[in-house]
């Protein structure tokens, strides 16, 4: 490993005929492979006209010329032009000395564009060919932000990208990943610890994207956003069941979780193309929609339900008939019910829920005495329940305070109930 170890920018590439072709130690998020490369090419065998259709065909200004899949060279538009129409390309081709792997770094390949001035560079995957490298490539790309912690890009970078894919007919997904409780690793954690959260979460949906056909970028300040060009059925199945996996952290006892939602990749005609920006845009937000739904149903799952101990309801009455106050405690035995007499429910449910208890109880006797109602500060309702028990000669009276956020009849039911429970009288 350590002859790998280099400083000079030539060790990311290669001058032919013969010599290796050396790769960085680590490879970098943001390699030449991930830029835009010209793959428009021709035969050694066809014309200059031939390669002048290729190049006005796909807007380049220069094409690859190619012998049996293999990188010969390139012709420019000049080149071609200059000739007479039916000359062979093999006469035209211009050879070119240097090569780069497709895992170079931008900014390493850079520099030898600058130290050997370079117009073009093909750029190789092992012995395939990938594509032609430009000069132009690298002013593009030195137009986009790029977040130096993760290596990643921002949006803008995504928005371009997106926009090319809908302008060529292709189909867009977008996956809008979120991180869940980041300010919590920041918090109890540090900022330092909070960075280490980001970079192994880039990490990891780096490895998962195809640099092929998907663009990771990071949207945001806990967001990454991942569009692709493959099947949406694809791109759902990987990046969900990859929300699935715990990332370790060092620094972080707790798993590293995050949400993904998905929109795109759904289109059942043709797409207006005059408005693909903002149709991009809408996906982003479609996408992250899903996400924070998907958080939202989770978390209301995780929450842990509060059991009741009493459960009213109050049944409307029907013609001929007086509406009833129905309590049911919470073992599902004991119920019963009062009739609600001049629209006095408070007063129903207390007699309802006391005839419950006592039959939860045979021999003792429970009698709902006072209900007081009142708002907290905050406008939140409270209820105050004032109940006598009693068995034989022996009495008592509980006095329980409820917050009623469920509703003030269900909240007095379960302040009789909670009085009950206290009660030694009732117990004994």
């Avoid at 350590?2 to 390699?31: F, I, N, W």
């Avoid at 259709?53 to 010329?65: D, H, P």
């Avoid at 056909?213 to 967001?223: A, C, I, K, T, W």
């Avoid at 101990?309 to 049911?328: D, K, M, R, W, Y």
Wanted: include cysteine; charged fraction near 25%.
């Amino acid at each position: 490993m350590a002859s790998l170890l280099r400083s000079s920018p030539s060790d990311y590439y290669r001058t032919k005929p013969g010599s290796a072709c050396l790769a960085a130690v680590e490879p970098a998020m943001r390699t030449i492979g991930d830029l835009k490369l010209i793959q428009q090419a021709v035969s050694m065998y066809e014309t200059a006209t031939d390669a002048l259709s290729a190049m006005a065909r796909n807007s380049v200004a220069v094409v690859s010329v190619l012998d049996d899949g293999r990188f010969i060279g390139v012709v420019t538009k000049d080149t071609a032009k200059a000739a007479a129409p039916d000359t062979p390309v093999r006469d035209l081709v211009k050879t070119l000395v240097i090569e780069m792997p497709a895992a170079t770094p931008v900014r390493n390949a850079a520099e030898v564009y600058l130290q050997n001035g370079l117009d073009f560079v093909p750029v190789m995957d092992g012995d395939k060919f990938c594509g032609l490298l430009t000069a132009v490539q690298f002013l593009l790309d030195l137009s986009w932000s790029w977040d130096p912690m993760t290596a990643l890009s921002w949006s803008d970078r995504l928005r371009e990208w997106g926009v090319d894919q809908l302008e060529d007919g292709r189909e867009v997904t977008v996956v809008f990943v979120d991180l869940d409780n980041f300010g919590a690793y920041n918090k109890t954690h540090g900022h330092v610890v909070g960075d280490r959260v980001l970079r192994a979460v880039a990490k990891l949906l780096a490895n998962k994207a195809d640099s092929n056909q998907d663009l990771l970028v990071r949207y945001g300040g806990d967001e990454f956003v991942i569009g692709s060009i493959r099947p949406r059925g694809d791109v759902e199945s990987d990046f969900r069941e990859l929300a699935q996996t715990s990332v370790v952290v060092e620094g972080v006892p707790e798993k590293v979780s995050f949400t993904v939602g998905v929109a795109g990749g759904k289109r059942t005609r043709e797409r207006e193309r005059t408005h693909v920006a903002s149709t991009l845009d809408n996906l982003i937000n479609l996408a992250s929609k899903d996400a924070l739904a998907r958080k939202a149903r989770r978390s209301s799952k995780e929450q842990p339900t509060e059991k009741r101990i009493c459960n009213v309801e109050i049944e409307p009455n029907q013609a001929g008939s007086t509406a009833l106050a129905s309590v049911e405690l919470s073992n599902g035995v004991f119920i019963a019910s009062h009739p609600v007499v001049d629209n006095d429910k408070i007063a129903a449910v207390g007699m309802a829920v006391s005839r419950a208890l006592e039959r939860s109880r045979p021999g003792v006797k429970v009698t709902c005495q006072d209900v007081v109602l009142y708002k907290r500060w905050d406008g939140e309702p409270v209820v105050i329940v004032r109940t006598k028990i009693q068995k034989e000669s022996v009495s008592e009276v509980v006095e329980v305070s409820k917050y009623a956020p469920s509703g003030v009849l269900t909240s007095l039911g379960e302040a009789v109930v909670s009085a009950c429970q206290k009660s030694i009288v009732f117990n004994s």
